[in-house]
């Protein structure tokens, strides 16, 4: 049973533009969570994270919106460049134990 | 530079051939993982290993292997007995918890195999 789940496999946005990835979680003891950014044949990188005693997280282009009642959050990157085109993987976990990967969303940023 | 590295990066098997998968990391984790990818799938996770000579299974462990006889070194071992293996393999590692960044996994570059 997929505990994350990113129900959008793909998403096209115009440069210059924002951004929203979205991920969905079932499992209620999650209270870490992160973002992966991955382009072909190379491994995931860490992008993002955030804890479940914090609501929002912003490193620069890129913010993470952590909704605990609706068991979802979300990945903002504003202003959209054509850089960002790759999939982007949410990941949960409870404490430092294994994380569960949602199933990624691939972005492209359209010049 | 620390990071983790993953050879080969491509590997062409053929059917009922074993084929092992190296990854090595220099930064000094305890921790180390194997996941697969597929396409339109998310990460799974196939072994890990927590310390030294010792390690679990994860999700999908069926028909691979593992040992761990260095904090370095994490290898996978893909057996004939994977009935699907043509696959994106992917090495990571973590630092010890209560440690900065405890909680991310750094990946490497992954290893892709085809089987003829």
């Known amino acids: 049973d997929q505990q994350v789940k990113q129900n959008s496999p793909s998403l096209s946005v115009q440069e210059g533009r924002i951004s929203i990835l979205n991920c969905d979680y079932t499992?209620?003891?999650?209270?870490?969570f992160l973002w992966y950014k991955k382009y072909p044949a190379e491994g995931p990188t860490f992008l993002i994270s955030?804890?479940?005693?914090?609501d929002k997280n912003e490193d620069g282009r890129f913010t993470v919106f952590l909704n605990k009642s609706a068991k979802h959050l979300s990945l903002h990157i504003v202003p959209s460049q054509p850089g960002d085109s790759a999939v982007y993987f949410c990941?949960?976990?409870?404490?430092?134990?294994?994380?569960?990967f949602g199933t990624g969303t691939r972005l492209t940023v359209i010049p | 530079d620390g990071g983790i590295t993953q050879s080969p990066k491509y590997l062409f098997r053929k059917e009922g051939q074993n084929v092992t998968l190296s990854c090595e990391q220099n930064?000094?984790?305890?921790?180390m993982y194997w996941y697969r990818q597929d396409p339109g799938q998310g990460l799974r996770l196939i072994y890990y290993?927590?310390?030294?000579?010792?390690?679990q299974k994860g999700d999908i462990a069926e028909g691979y292997s593992v040992s761990r006889e260095k904090k370095e070194s994490f290898p996978l071992t893909v057996t004939s007995a994977q009935k699907n293996p043509t696959a994106f393999y992917l090495c990571?590692?973590?630092?010890?918890?209560?440690?900065?960044?405890?909680?991310?996994?750094?990946f490497g570059a992954g290893s892709r195999l085809t089987v003829l």
């Open positions: 955030i804890s479940s005693i914090k």
């Open positions: 930064l000094n984790h305890d921790a």
């Open positions: 290993s927590q310390i030294v000579n010792d390690f």
């Open positions: 990941a949960a976990s409870v404490g430092a134990n294994n994380l569960f």
């Open positions: 499992n209620s003891m999650f209270d870490y």
């Open positions: 990571a590692s973590r630092s010890p918890q209560g440690s900065p960044g405890a909680n991310v996994l750094t």
